[in-house]
């Protein structure tokens, strides 16, 4: 064999991880070109999550609206299955790198999704919005889009559990902040509300926007993809994963259960039958 | 750059993945050595695990006794971390693998360890049965061996739940058969026999073998390795992970909590508290 | 608080799991009605997952024809990204438990979903059927209706790397002899013939059945949901997954990385550039 | 039944789940006792992180050391396996939320535990301190302890790759500047160099500390337990593994195996041979 196919193979296997994240040489790394050692100590945490998840760093007054959603979703306690299932992981004998992946896994479409198919919801609002003058008009066009596809439940909106979600008010008013001093432009705030009016029309009592809508509003209008909204939600609430796991270590518990063992569940299956000694060939 | 080097990186990358398991090329894929088309159909999925584990194709006798162990561990029921975690997945919008996967991940050292800390014990006492004549004597001698490092509880004996695990004695009935039939020399199973006697000398009531006791039997008896008996009693536990998943699929259920909501949890940390406006520098 | 609202919490917490599954009380276990102690040594481990999987006991032909389909499956090499996660994941320090559900978790719509898509396509057509009379006539009527929704590729036909994927003709042999047998009805063969013979028509070669192909003509002959057929793929990939990642163990390695360092990867990013002082506010 | 051992059940349920972390009721959520409205836009995401873990608030200065080392763990490139396995992972059909969970839970005692394991190294030395009156004393003492158990590695000290980590110098002289300004009291700071000091005595070329080793400083001046380090490091590193995960999916890529399949993988079991018809019974 010559030098040529065997070179070939030495480029191809060079390019087949490519990344424009890192770059790494023996006494260097640099994020995103900057070198780690100037980042460390200049730039804070929050910062770093933008740079390496955006490519260049954010101003100070992005970097806050961001961490202030970031901080809205850490935890949402023991009745959330991932936190329930990071607790039972503890008590099975798995470290903490374990326990959180067990956890974090189950973030998936319903879990972890409605911020993500909120933010969709206002992107597909926001591109109708080139096309009609008026937002309510572009929300209403959207919503019904999706009834007429079956779709009954918006994502960020309504709470199983809080009649209104103490989170929004709050983070509403740092996105309506960030606006007037132009951080932001706004839009998808507008969008957010008038997606609230829309679903809560006619009713007795309105629907009202949750921390998944409001989020997905400061994360649309800082530029965010749908699936880095997932993703930033994911490390938020790792921290309440994190925190919830090394609690029920402190706990203590061996192979802990859901509810408690004189509890138990239900069987609703057959009846004891034997076991047939013969079976059909 | 000449053709050499790049010749010496192009072996080194094909030898940075090396396997005895299976060999494919285009049309043709091998499981150590055996065409699959040849093991499709005429091996059944049991061989194929034990060919795919050990290398080489089990005896009949050998089959039946390990597929004995594999049965006996599908599903220990919701109570059980591991069953819980697949069916509360599953409700938070995760397919069957990512419910499988964060329902095998705590299948650690607690809640799928005591087999293989079982096969240990065992192997430790084999060990030491080549010094020692006698069973009583080498196992004396191990368990007080552990009990003088601190250890209290000894791994595949007692239950918490069962006073006598109703799968220990038709599992050390086939053992009792296939060591009379050669199949296996029945040494580990005079081993574990010793242990629960050990263990409960003195006692008012026995300190029975568990499943775990039984199946370490088993699988020392077969020639795994303790690494080995964790991955297989997995492999068994995955039937009943897959079968709750699915179950609760067909069930339904919304990011489905450990406990029902109007249960809740207990909150046992500091009374509500403001902010502190001014920190510490 | 009186008894009575206590007792309906207690009752809705006994409810919150229920399971037609297994049966546990303290002595006794029971699968699907069927004492565990009659189960074990008297049906196999297949007949077992078909149990806590459809609810009844599988007669032997219907055993042996499920596993051809799950020896097929048991491995496809380190090439296959979950074959090679389970193995760098054992050189992390993680036991086999988290090497699995690392590698089990990337089986999703892509690496472990087109045997299920295939299912629902089969479904489809065979729904069709009850429509049409001809199997060829509601196949290319199914197809266009996937191909007008934009669908380009069909999932269980071609191979990226198998001109002739081996396991098909043999699986597909079997599943000719069970028809002719009885144990199966076939139509689901003649739904997967025709859709190699609609989407090769006009080619030059054949796009062939692969192994995904047959897999979903055996499980919906067997009556199995395609969220099932996921799982039993999951079931027989598992094998290998651990056989693999106890290989590596006993290879060792530590922190092994997908290519060997001194190839590495390419830094496709911005150049070396300083951390800013001042930023934007 | 009467009402007492129901109210009995009910209480036990509901003390089964316990925490400290987070009081939720309808329209309120705090954590640690801070209502979550007052804490969103007024403390950092890293203050959050410090309040979850820690139950406090921490200082400022406190705040600014810890997300130093966070800024420094965040990736190790394509090379590392937990970043492999998040690309690959995307290319599977797997949602970020899985990608992620996979990639984490490698990072178990080889890939995320060094940093763990060398703040228990720096805490047994620091144990040491309060019988002996010299750092370097009391380090002699442990490492020979750690040498006559075997141990030939110290964690936190040399690097594979790097011959000085460039994250070492600058995250140390950060720890000096916050000792300096009694941030923290520095004696870790000691207690690592002179770990450093021992294990390069009478080489050629020292030993260098790298990240683990200087962030262990960190999470032990700031009173981390050594399972919070590992936690800690997992929270940054997860920040390069959605980043990455992220890139590969806009990259694409389907079943992306870890080397190119043209170089593939080294096949080293037998040759091939046909399946026995008969075996052994």
Redesign the interface.
């Known amino acids: 064999?010559?030098?040529?196919p065997?070179?070939d193979?030495?480029d191809?296997?060079?390019?087949?991880?490519?990344?424009?994240?890192?770059?790494?040489s023996?006494?260097?790394?640099?994020?995103?070109?900057?070198?780690?050692?100037?980042?460390?100590?200049?730039?804070?945490?929050?910062d770093?999550?933008w740079l390496?998840?955006r490519g260049e760093?954010p101003?100070?007054?992005e970097t806050?609206l961001f961490?202030?959603a970031?901080?809205?979703s850490?935890?949402?306690?023991?009745?959330?299955?991932?936190i329930?299932?990071a607790?039972?992981?503890t008590?099975?004998?798995?470290?903490?790198?374990?326990?959180?992946?067990?956890?974090?896994?189950?973030?998936?479409?319903?879990?972890?999704?409605p911020g993500q198919q909120c933010m969709e919801l206002y992107l597909e609002i926001d591109a109708e919005l080139g096309r009609s003058d008026e937002v309510g008009e572009a929300t209403a066009l959207v919503l019904q889009r999706h009834r007429d596809a079956g779709v009954r439940y918006f994502p960020g909106f309504g709470h199983?559990?809080?009649?209104?979600?103490?989170?929004t008010?709050?983070?509403l008013s740092?996105v309506d902040d960030a606006a007037s001093d132009g951080v932001i432009d706004g839009r998808f705030a507008a969008i957010g509300r008038a997606v609230e009016d829309a679903i809560s029309a006619g009713r007795a009592e309105r629907i009202p926007m949750n921390v998944d809508g409001v989020t997905a509003i400061i994360y649309c209008e800082l530029g965010l993809?749908p699936?880095?909204g997932?993703?930033?939600f994911?490390?938020?609430r790792?921290?309440?994963i994190?925190?919830?796991?090394?609690?029920q270590?402190s706990?203590g518990g061996?192979?802990?259960?859901?509810?408690?063992?004189?509890?138990?569940?239900?069987?609703?299956?057959?009846?004891?039958?034997?076991?047939?000694?013969e079976?059909?060939?």
């Open positions: 064999m010559t030098g040529e065997a070179q193979l030495v191809e296997a060079r390019g087949w991880w490519r990344t424009d994240l890192i770059d790494i023996p006494g260097e790394i640099a994020l995103r070109g900057y070198p780690i050692q100037e980042l460390i100590g200049t730039v804070g945490f929050v770093a999550i390496m998840l760093l101003s100070r007054a806050e961490e202030a970031l901080v809205a850490v935890d949402h306690g023991p009745q959330a299955p991932s329930a299932i607790r039972m992981a008590t099975c004998g798995v470290p903490v790198n374990g326990a959180m992946a067990s956890a974090i896994n189950v973030l998936g479409d319903v879990h972890g999704g199983r559990f809080h009649p209104l979600d103490p989170r008010p709050r983070l740092l993809t699936e880095l997932r993703g930033v994911i490390l938020a790792s921290v309440g994190l925190a919830h796991a090394v609690e270590m706990q061996r192979i802990k259960g859901p509810v408690p063992k004189r509890i138990g569940y239900t069987y609703t299956g057959p009846a004891r039958r034997p076991v047939p000694h079976r059909e060939p």
